[in-house]
């Protein structure tokens, strides 16, 4: 874009300095019809650089408010995600088991405590003297449900799957799995989804995109099926939830 803009601007520069050159040496007779197609090129090349310009403000503009839809639909994932490992040990790898899951299930609220029991293995190799051990237990207190927590009764997780701006019917792409036996998982939508109506060049330049105030990468993505991470690529002004 910005090689564009520097030609543009040469380009008017250039015939500016025409004009000033046919002023001075082409006969009177022909420069009020060169002159006019001269500014006439000056406007039309001036009107393309200030779009071009324009443009790229739009999309700028555009982009932060789609993702914001997005990456809040993507925290939702993933807190729902975290609720989920806390009960089933690891993480859903389709949406009908996230789903399925703030419908029925409901996490504990445990408490750990450590308390005094007679180790009778070595009270007997001790012939009898009392040797005691500490255990840690843990009492559930009470439970808590995923739809009243995370959604506060609101049915928004239903559509969880739903990217719910740019291309219509977009759906998130869900992974889970495991990394040295540690659970993962991912959550992601490729730009161009979220994008998809918008100018090619400019969906091109941000899928490139690396400054750590926007959104990294190619995709706007939570989780990582790559490290161990609950973490998304965006900056930290994009999200109205963390």
């Known amino acids: 874009m910005l090689d564009v803009i520097i ?17 001075r040496f082409v006969p009177k007779k022909f420069k009020p019809v060169i002159n006019l197609l001269l500014w006439g090129l000056i406007i039309y090349l001036g ?18 408010k789609r ?7 993507l925290i939702d994932i993933r807190d729902t995600q975290l609720a989920y490992k806390e009960v089933k040990g690891e ?3 389709t949406f009908d088991k996230l789903i399925n899951f703030i419908d029925e299930d409901s996490v504990p609220i445990t408490q750990r405590r450590d308390t005094l029991v007679l180790d009778e293995e070595r009270t007997r190799a001790f012939g009898g003297v009392e040797t005691m051990k500490t255990i840690t237990l843990i009492d559930t207190l009470d439970h ?13 997780y239903k559509s969880m799957a739903d990217v719910g701006v740019g291309e219509p019917g977009a759906k998130f792409v869900l992974k889970a799995g495991k990394i040295e036996e540690i659970p993962v998982f991912e959550a992601s939508v490729d ?23 926007g959104v990294k990468g190619p995709s706007v993505k939570i ?3 790559e490290e161990v991470s609950t973490s998304g690529n965006w900056g930290k002004d994009l999200s109205t939830k963390e």
């Open 7 to 23: 030609a543009i601007v040469v380009i008017i520069l250039l015939t500016i300095g025409i004009v000033w050159l046919i002023d």
């Open 191 to 213: 730009k161009a989804v979220v994008l998809y109506d918008q100018e090619p060049y400019l969906i091109e330049k941000e899928k490139q995109a690396i400054s750590i105030a």
């Open 91 to 93: 993480y859903a790898d």
């Open 223 to 225: 989780g990582s099926m």
């Open 144 to 156: 808590w449900f995923v739809k009243d927590s995370i959604f506060k009764g609101n049915s928004r």
């Open 67 to 73: 993702y914001q839809v997005v990456i809040d639909r």
């Open 47 to 64: 009107y393309i650089t200030f779009m071009s310009v324009y443009k790229e403000i739009q999309f700028n503009q555009l982009k932060v």
